[in-house]
């Protein structure tokens, strides 16, 4: 049973650790599902953001470029329609547009390239220079130059020109320049917090506008410069020039000295300018990781969560299985162990402890019974709690007790001798016996304790069996006064197994009438003459020959059975009596013996009376023996009884006076009419003065509450003198006669009044 308990308990949690573990793997593994894809999704929303961006500046730059070449156009269509070609005058008038227009100076150039400018200084005198850069408007064409330095201070500028085409057909170019910060300021607009920036390049890789941005860098080439900072950015260039080559846009990420970028390229559609829109990737890290570490706190919660759940479920479990096991294994009486703990504790001690010698006791209070019949079923609960509690204190390491059922305790005890094992339990039922202190107000009561034991012989024996056989040991002894302890051992098992066989056998013999009747004739000592007999029975067992009643009357008194064969015997004496009654023989008194368990039943007196009357036996010739322990129990109903009977005319003889606990006191309150002296006291009766003065005492007194007095058990002359002398009435014993056969025992109630010597 232990085992079958601890397996599932261990199947139950590797279950709940098993579905512990599922449950959070899946929320990791959602939980990482749902971050990359939000990973992902910031990611995309940030490049979205910087390419809108990218977008917005690229219209911005176009228009002003646009603007910039269509303010000139006009301005040289305006100006070629005039009527001056005088470059002073020209000049003198640009000034103003220059001004109102933001260029840094803006100027002419005669189809000789030579020009002037609107600030004066814009004479130029380097022709070369001069052509290659005017040389796209001279040949009719409005154009914005790439970065340029200014011939007269050497800043960098960008350069737009157009033609003035004259009427003439001659040609000279309009021109103007800005400074490049004036690009600069249209990119600087404030993108991710001033953490964007963007620069301008030529397909080549020429810087146009390059970034003051505190992230940004200046360079002279683009792609020298990326692959200057780090070597591990060529693939991606590779890609990113693929791209710019056929004027795609698209993402691309650069690791620079200052960290990893982000760039967004799309072309300006001015020259082959494309606009680079840059964000450091710690921006998109940063978008990213807000959220991202707020999500992982919310997992980390929620596994924090599920956990306490977890824990939470697995207290409440915990506690009603605590409730359980307490109300599973406390005894509701002892308020000490139950049985099932016992069973569990002593099962995983003989498991773990193998090496150690272990002895099994069942332990029971002798006629626990009397103590709930006279004092209560409280007294009675009270007395099983003082029991457990003494014993709890000899129970040491390695060892257990608990109470069956009942009045029965269980004990597992380590022991190293049974010598010593048996001198231990003695000492433990002593202890229990003194010092349960047995007490009701100031009258103490006895408390006796008697044990089976079995000694564990292997490992591996049933837990249930070996309780089997201690309270087999002690139970071995069905009636007798065993000692404290009694042993298992194969005679026991031998006898109870024998015993088995009886109460099996017993319903088959009494229909086979293996029963029959022996007959002991009871001796009248002052008559002289016999004066009745006992039935007494015997069993003819075709298999085991005739069974001694001694045997097999415990052990039907222990089943029931003998209500049974009591009846049974009635009716066969009554029987018998009729025979002889009709044979016409001096018919004698016949006592039958009664078994204490009739007391139990409720029609016992009419059932007798039936049987008696069947056979229309006068009640006179009938006698009923019963044991002084039958008589203690539930006095008032066994008066009442016994009145019953005798106002019928039936006389009641007390068995075995003198065996027990005999009480001279119950002899006024019991309504009987012979007393049995027991043979033990007549055994006694040559040699022990004392047991002849108390027995001469007792046959005074009942003599005086006018019983007659039998002794039994009578074996020889001296015994039966000495009986005589005390004016004993009957005599019966194996010295007057022995148990015989009816036909026997007929012929003395041929002569009945013939006298006898002895
Ligand atoms: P008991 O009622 O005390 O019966 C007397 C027993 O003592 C008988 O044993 C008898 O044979 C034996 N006895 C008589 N005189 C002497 C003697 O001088 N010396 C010795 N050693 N023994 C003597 P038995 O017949 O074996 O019966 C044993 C017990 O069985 C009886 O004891 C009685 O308690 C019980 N018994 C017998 N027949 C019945 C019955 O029909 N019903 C019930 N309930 N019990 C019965
Ligand atoms: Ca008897
Ligand atoms: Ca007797």
Not at 69 to 82: C, H, M, Q, V
Not at 307 to 312: A, F, G
Not at 632 to 643: K, Q, V
Request: charged letters at 25%; a negative charge; glycine letters at 6%.
């Amino acid at each position: 049973m232990y085992n079958w308990v601890m397996k599932n308990e261990h199947k139950r949690r590797r279950k709940l650790y098993i579905d512990i573990i599922v449950v959070i793997a899946v929320t990791v593994l959602l939980a990482i599902f749902f971050t990359w894809k939000f990973q992902q999704s910031s990611e995309i929303k940030v490049l979205n953001t910087l390419s809108e961006i990218s977008n917005q500046s690229v219209n911005v730059i176009q228009d002003e470029v646009e603007k910039n070449k269509t303010l000139l156009t006009n301005l040289a269509i305006y100006i070629s329609e005039g009527e001056t070609k005088d470059i002073d005058m020209l000049i003198e008038r640009l000034v103003n547009v220059d001004k109102m227009n933001g260029f840094k100076r803006m100027g002419i150039i005669r189809d000789d390239f030579w020009g002037k400018s609107t600030d004066g200084k814009g004479f130029i005198p380097d022709k070369v220079s001069i052509q290659e850069r005017f040389q796209a408007a001279m040949n009719g064409n409005t154009v914005v130059s790439d970065r340029l330095q200014d011939l007269d201070d050497g800043k960098d500028v960008t350069l737009y020109s157009t033609p003035i085409n004259w009427a003439d057909g001659t040609r000279y170019v309009l021109f103007g320049t800005y400074a490049i910060e004036y690009y600069k300021e249209i990119l600087s607009v404030s993108t991710f917090q001033g953490e964007g920036y963007s620069y301008i390049i030529k397909r080549n890789g020429d810087c146009v506008i390059d970034s003051e941005n505190k992230n940004g860098s200046s360079f002279e080439n683009f792609y020298d410069y990326v692959m200057e900072e780090t070597g591990n950015n060529k693939n991606k260039l590779q890609q990113f020039q693929d791209d710019i080559e056929k004027s795609r846009d698209g993402f691309v990420s650069f690791n620079t000295a200052k960290g990893s970028r982000y760039v967004y390229y799309q072309p300006l559609n001015v020259n082959d300018w494309y606009l680079l829109s840059v964000i450091p990737a710690t921006v998109v890290e940063t978008h990213i990781n807000g959220p991202m570490e707020l999500a992982y706190a919310m997992l980390l919660v929620c596994i924090l969560g599920i956990l306490y759940l977890v824990c939470r479920v697995y207290q409440v479990q915990k506690g009603s299985r605590k409730m359980l096991e307490r109300a599973a294994y406390v005894d509701e009486v002892t308020g000490d162990a139950s049985y099932a703990k016992f069973m569990l504790d002593a099962q995983r001690m003989l498991d773990t402890y193998a090496d150690k010698k272990y002895a099994l006791a069942v332990l029971n209070i002798k006629r626990f019974q009397y103590i709930n019949d006279l004092y209560g079923y409280e007294e009675g609960d009270r007395a099983l709690r003082r029991f457990m509690k003494a014993l709890r204190v000899e129970i040491g390491a390695y060892e257990c007790a608990a109470r069956m059922q009942s009045d029965h305790f269980a004990v597992l005890l380590v022991y190293q001798e049974q010598e010593k094992l048996e001198k231990r339990l003695d000492t433990i039922l002593e202890k229990i016996e003194s010092e349960a202190d047995n007490r009701i107000g100031d009258t103490p009561y006895v408390l006796k304790v008697k044990a089976g034991v079995y000694m564990v012989q292997q490992p591996g024996e049933m837990l249930e069996s070996m309780l089997d056989r201690a309270s087999m040991a002690l139970r071995s002894e069905y009636n007798t006064e065993i000692k404290h302890c009694n042993f298992y051992n194969e005679t026991i098992r031998s006898r109870m197994l024998k015993n088995r066989e009886i109460e099996d056998c017993f319903a088959e013999a009494l229909k086979n009438q293996e029963f029959y009747l022996c007959y002991q004739p009871k001796f009248g000592v002052a008559e002289k003459c016999w004066c009745g007999a006992e039935a007494l029975v015997r069993w003819n067992n075709p298999k085991s020959g005739v069974v001694s009643p001694a045997e097999f009357i415990p052990v039907l008194e222990h089943s029931g059975g003998i209500v049974e064969l009591d009846e049974y015997v009635l009716e066969m004496v009554c029987r018998q009596m009729r025979q002889w009654l009709e044979e016409g023989l001096g018919v004698l008194p016949v006592s039958v013996n009664v078994s204490r368990l009739h007391l139990y039943r409720l029609n016992f007196v009419e059932q007798y009376l039936t049987i008696i009357d069947r056979y229309q036996i006068p009640h006179e010739l009938i006698q009923l023996e019963m044991t002084e322990t039958a008589l203690f129990s539930n006095e008032d109903i066994l008066s009442e009884t016994l009145e019953k009977l005798r106002s019928k005319g039936i006389r009641i003889l007390m068995d075995d006076f003198g065996s027990g606990y005999s009480s001279v006191t119950m002899l006024k309150s019991m309504p009987i009419d012979t007393l049995k002296i027991d043979k033990s006291m007549v055994d006694f009766v040559e040699d022990n003065e004392k047991v002849r003065l108390i027995l001469e005492s007792i046959i005074k007194l009942a003599q005086s509450l006018k019983l007659s007095v039998t002794a039994e058990g009578v074996e020889n002359k001296a015994q039966y003198d000495i009986l005589k002398g005390m004016h004993i009435d009957n005599i019966q014993g194996y010295y007057c006669a022995r148990p015989m056969a009816a036909e026997q025992y007929a012929q003395i109630l041929k002569y009945p009044d013939k006298k006898y010597e002895f």
